[in-house]
């Protein structure tokens, strides 16, 4: 039920401010209002947070098609921050299986701040034993890994994968993720990357930086392209009969093509549009309690700091993931 008087009257929070597009150097760390939460969804008192490639995105407004979504001129969210994770302090109406106290994580807006909204339906209970910033770590980078592996290439026990481009946030979880499926996981990453991947369960690495993959023998049953640079017939090549190439990235052109090839030849090219969704969340969530999977957090950061850690993301060169420390 619906209880205005649950909701802190303090109006200000600190918050990573991002009213136009541009680099980091347009964030500021400032006081904003505390967001309301509206019907169907919580506001969530921060614990951690963590950086996306999306959230480089949303920063830079580019590729210049995402303002369709985003805000065509200026960004429609004034803070940055997707992934979430921490305490319920306040319900909007509507929502009826969540109440003030519960520990959740999963996907809100704005959680570059003390206090974020996030629709119900994207939240799950924080699983015992998992902390906010593993738990941080993991929605939208594990939840693209897990929908690409398990739900668009039917990824199972003695499946052969191969991902591309397994040292990133995405890539960590994937490389961890097809190994709890039961498959074996082939790995692509430069050479800095070589023995994380191994260490998270990789039985082959190829860096890419020294030798060629798509001249690999094996024929593989999955191959998940989180790099961008697939050449898209050539890893047609490497799959097995009922294999699937799963397309993750976000620039037009291949989207397009991948696209394309997708509708000729559904079971064999899927472009992927991760869904957040507490169902994928609790699988997750049941992943990190058993030690499964243990997100690569590669370093954390505050608040203050997260221009910078934007900054670094749109390298392209991430390894694993950056957890925003907020309280
Ligand atoms: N479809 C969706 O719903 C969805 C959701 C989330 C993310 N994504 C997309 O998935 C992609 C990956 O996301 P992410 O968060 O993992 O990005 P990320 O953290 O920035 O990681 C990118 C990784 O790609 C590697 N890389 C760069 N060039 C490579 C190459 N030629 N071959 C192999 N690896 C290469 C980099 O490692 P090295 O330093 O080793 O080069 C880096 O670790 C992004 O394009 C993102 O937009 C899509």
């Known amino acids: 039920m619906f209880d205005a008087t649950l909701i802190p009257t303090d109006p200000t929070m600190h918050a990573v401010l991002h009213t136009r597009y541009g680099d980091a150097s347009r964030l500021a760390a400032a006081t904003s209002p505390r967001p309301t939460p509206r019907r169907g969804e919580v506001r969530v008192r921060v614990h951690a947070s963590s950086i996306n490639y999306g959230d480089h995105v949303m920063m830079t407004g580019r590729p210049w098609l995402a303002r369709l979504a985003l805000g065509l001129f200026r960004p429609r969210q004034p803070v940055l921050g997707m992934d979430v994770a921490g305490v319920v302090d306040a319900v909007g109406p509507g929502v009826e299986d969540l109440a003030v106290g519960d520990a959740v994580f999963g996907v809100g807006?704005?959680?570059?701040?003390?206090?974020?909204?996030?629709?119900?339906?994207?939240?799950?209970?924080?699983?015992?034993?998992?902390?906010?910033?593993?738990?941080?770590?993991?929605?939208?980078a594990g939840a693209t890994a897990l929908q690409a592996l398990r739900d668009r290439a039917r990824v199972g026990p003695g499946s052969k994968v191969l991902i591309i481009g397994a040292s990133g946030g995405v890539g960590t979880f994937a490389v961890q993720i097809g190994r709890a499926l039961g498959a074996t996981v082939t790995a692509v990453c430069s050479t800095r990357n070589v023995d994380q991947a191994r260490a998270l369960g990789a039985a082959e690495v190829v860096d890419y930086t020294r030798a060629d993959y798509t001249c690999l023998a094996t024929r593989f049953d999955a191959i998940v392209d989180l790099a961008g640079s697939a050449p898209l017939r050539a890893c047609l090549r490497l799959l097995a009969p009922g294999g699937t190439f799963v397309s993750s990235v976000g620039r037009l052109g291949r989207t397009l093509r991948a696209a394309l090839a997708a509708l000729r030849a559904p079971r064999r090219v899927a472009v992927l549009a991760a869904r957040s969704d507490r169902a994928s969340f609790e699988a997750l969530g049941a992943l990190l309690a058993t030690g499964d999977v243990a997100p690569a957090i590669e370093r954390t950061c505050t608040l203050d700091e997260v221009p910078a850690a934007l900054a670094r993301q749109g390298e392209g060169h991430a390894r694993g993931k950056t957890v925003v420390r907020v309280a």
């Open 109 to 140: 807006c704005g959680a570059f701040a003390q206090y974020a909204c996030a629709r119900a339906s994207q939240l799950a209970r924080l699983p015992a034993g998992v902390d906010f910033e593993q738990a941080a770590a993991a929605p939208i």
